[in-house]
Structures are given as C-alpha cells and as structure tokens.
C-alpha cells in the first residue's frame, strides 16, 4: 500500500538559480477514473514549490508535511488545467518569481510526456494562528465533527470504482446533502468527512481535501466528468494534530450554468477552525446522463 | 475627463508568434490612494490577454468591450500582486500558454520600471447564456436593482479622498452593511450597486467591479491599506445592456484571521443573473487604525 506521503518523494534532475526540476511518480490510487485527481495533483505542485523554495532561500524549516506555522509555506495556489495528466511519471518544474519579505511567488508546471499538463502560481507567506478575527458561519462547520453511522462510506461503496483513494483516505459523505447517492436531486452542496487512513492531517493533505467531493452538479442530476478549468487553494491554518480526527468539507455552487459552474470547498479542522478553501471553474460534463451516482 | 474605454488602449511594442508586448497608459482616476486599484490593473491584463488572443488565432471576433458571447473570452483570470503598480505607463506582456479546442490560456505580465509587478493566468473558455441549471441565493440579488436615496453614495463623500474613480463609475454601497460608515461595526460584508457614468457596463468593466468594494475588514473596526495577495476573477456572462442599468454586488469573508482574509465578491446584473466572481487572499492592514471609514 501506498502511504500519502510516498506520493510527495521528489527527486531533483536539474537545477540552477532560478529553476529545479523534480521528478515523482503518481501512484494509480490518486486517481478519479482513469485520470489523476486535480487535487491530488495540485498536492504535488505545492510540495516541489515549497521543496524548492526552502533551497533558494537556504532554510532549515521542516518539510510540508511537518510544518510549523512558523516559516512561510504556500498560502495560495492556482492550478490551470491544461491537459488531464495519467498516473506515471511526472517533471515538476519550479521557478522562482519573486522572492520578497512579506510574500515569495514560485511557478511550478507539471510536465507528463515532454507537455506541460498543469501550471501553477504558488505564493508564500505565513500561515494564521491564534484567535480570528471573525468566522462566519459555514456548512462544513454545521456537520458533526465525526461522520454519523449513516454516512455515506467510501469504503466499500460502489463509488470506489470511481474514486481510487480509499487506500490512503477515509471518506464519508453527508446523505442529506448527497441525495444523488440515492437517484434524487437537491441543492449543489455537498458535504462530508475526510481524513488520512494513517497519521494526521498535514497541510498537503489539506491541498488535496480541498478538491475532495464529487462534483456538485450530481446534485442536480448531471453525471460524467466535469473537468476542473482552474482551481485555487487557499491554505489558511495547519490542522489540528489529533490521531484520527476528521476534516469537514462543504463543497457548494452559487451558480451552475450551462456550459460552466464554479465550485468552492470550505474545509475545517475537528476544532471547526478554517484550515482550507478552494474555488474552481469547471465544465458541466459534456455528454450528461442522468443515471445513478456511479454511473 | 478619461472614459472607461481610454484605459484600454494598447499600443503593440513588439510580437512574435508567441508573445506580444503592449505598453498603455493608467490614468490616476484608476488608483485607490497613490496606488493603482488592482481590479482596474487585472481589467488591463484581461483586456490585453484578449487583444493578443484575437492576433494569434486570427480571429475577426470584437474587441471585450464590445464581446458578443459568441467567441472564447477569458472567463478566469488569476492575478498575483508582486507590487503595487503606480499610475503612468506600463508593459503588458502576453504570452500563449495554450491553444485549445475548448480552452486556451494566455499568460500576461505587467511590467513597470523594469520590474514585473503583476502576474496574471487568462484562462478563455465560452461564456455561459439561456437559463442556468441553478442559481443559489446571493447577498448580491437581495438588494434591489437600484440604490436607494438613503444608500452611501461615493461621489460627494469623503470616500472620493481615497477612491479616486468617480469620474468614470457610480459606486453606491448598501448603509446596512457598511456600518464602518457610521463608526459601527458589524459582519464582514458590504454589498452595493455599481454602473459606469456613461455606456452599459461590459466584460472590463465586470472586471474591475469584481475588486470594488471597500475591504470588508472595514466592517470589524480595521482600517488601512489590505494589500490583495492574488485575486482570481471569473467572468460568467454579459451583463444586459440597459443604459443606466445597475450592477449589484457582495463581498464577503468566510474567516478573517489575524494575518490574512479571503474576500469573495459575487456580481449581479440587472437582471439578477451572475455575470462575475471573484475570489481572494489579502493582507489584514499592518497598522490597523480604529479610525473612520475615510481615515
């Protein structure tokens, strides 16, 4: 079994000044159908930016996955999707943009088959701690901290064949706000728990939980692929480090037009503090059919 | 006095077949404060990205002002503010990232003094029209379709000191969720109405309006200069095209922490229907005054 963390092992193949170039290796798990999950992939374009970052800056702080809070990690990435990248071999190309006191920038391209695949903005800084000054009410906040005995499981679900993550993530859906589960429709909100099947919530992991839900479109009875066009992920806090503690996520669109829909995670630590959001423009699937969740 | 469109001429300094360098003019109209208004400077880089767009497919397609919906526009543009640009001349540096069949995606810098001070992804797609699969309730489409007499209207009032862009719009904000306007405080929301002095409003002009509001921590008390980290903007569609006709729009923070806050504008249109979106990471001012609005 792959762990979450063998996904994020970098080998450098080139470098200079201004640019290292890593390869990595997605494992089959990360994907959702045949194609890698853009979260997942994301994950993996914050870890060579900050793995770069921490030599052009010759820093000593911890790696992603062991953060702090107390040196700058990326605090906003936007990924545009060009291409939908295949498990395998993959370049992550990072250049420095701007190194600055407040605020560094790093470009990452992830890079399959000599195409570039995904290009990302990665921009620095430190992350919250401490009281906010303000957290307005969201409905990732409103569920339980822990999954009730009739969520909707991944493990062992026929979702599964779609979802490959259940090797290296629990996930349980909200039945309220995933009526699609059971071939009816309701509001483009969906809700759930996430969380690693081994050790705690890292902020790479927080990366990917961002784009962790099934498009809410299926809501609205629309099923297939929905092709995220750009995302952007806002890492607001480190979890908190409690073994076996759930993330929350409210996943919902204020509009879902036509040809296109935006989408925004909410995240939330078992504290209900805000550990992450995402917005995404993604496409309504191209040949929808109304057919059941896993269809 | 400089019209809306003024702002968007462009002069070509240099191409080849896959960059193309413009230089134009801001007017101080387009400043909050001594600094550019960074809604006004991603209007300049969207409106660019175009232009160069329209050269390297060849298209007969109109220019954004004058955008159709019938040909690909950029419908997500993501801009990271590396420093504030000052009103003068600047280089608009577009590139070709992508040509595709359903999205392409051009990359645009803009440079002043030598030194690139913001950089934006324009990602093009075909904006959305007809009735959307679903329009979920907005802080924006509660407001009516015009301002009423007891709204903060900006011209006349001290607010022209620090927003500088009267000559070219109406901006009225909502008194009920401006509270900072009378020394109160409140939730971090303002919503308001927004028009250009003369014409309809079109996709530029969206554009800008997706970054108008005061920065919603105005509303807990804090005052000063919240510096927008990056700012993603979708366009969704052209606004109807009554002249005199209103936009509405809301921003919102879902959390404020003591570092940092996101700020969410959404854009109605007279109608009501969404025509934009934005998102984004700003700084909470480093030396919060608890001051008046204009202080």
């Known amino acids: 079994m792959k762990g979450l963390h063998e996904i994020l092992a970098l080998a450098v193949i080139d470098r200079d000044d201004d640019q290292i170039v890593y390869t990595a290796q997605i494992d089959p798990i990360y994907t959702i159908g045949p194609k890698v999950h853009g979260g997942s992939a994301q994950m993996l374009a914050v870890n060579a930016a900050h793995a770069a970052f921490l030599e052009w800056t010759g820093s000593e702080a911890p ?29 992550l190309r990072a250049r420095l943009v701007k190194r600055g006191r407040t605020v560094s ?4 391209d992830v890079v399959q088959d000599a195409r570039t695949v995904i290009t990302s903005t990665v921009v620095f800084g430190i992350l919250d701690h401490g009281e906010p000054h303000r957290s307005r009410p969201t409905e990732a906040r409103d569920l339980p901290p822990e999954p009730p005995a009739d969520a909707f499981f991944l493990d062992g679900s026929p979702m599964t064949e779609i979802i490959h993550m259940s090797p290296v993530l629990d996930l349980a ?18 809700r759930g728990w996430v969380r690693p099947k081994s050790g705690v919530a890292d902020l790479p992991f927080v ?43 409210a996943n919902s669109s204020i509009e879902v037009g036509r040809g296109m829909f935006e989408s925004d995670h909410t995240v939330v630590d078992s504290t209900g503090v805000v550990v992450g959001q995402s ?17």
Chains 1, 2 share one sequence.
Do not use: H
């Open 63 to 91: 790696a992603l996955v062991r953060a702090d809070g107390q040196s700058p990690v990326p605090v906003a990435i936007t990924s545009t999707y060009l291409n939908a990248p295949n498990p395998g071999a993959i370049e």
């Open 105 to 108: 920038v790093v470009d990452v």
């Open 207 to 249: 990366t990917l939980v961002c784009d962790i839900s099934p498009p809410v479109v299926m809501n609205l009875g629309i099923f297939g692929w929905a092709p995220t066009v750009t995302l952007s992920t806002y890492l607001r806090r480190i979890p908190s480090g409690d073994p076996g503690a759930w993330l929350r996520f």
């Open 173 to 190: 859906l909200d039945p309220a706000s995933f009526p699609a589960s059971r071939g009816e429709q309701g509001e483009p909100v969906i």
């Open 279 to 295: 917005r995404q423009l993604a496409l309504i699937p191209a040949k929808p059919v109304n057919g059941p969740a896993a269809g």
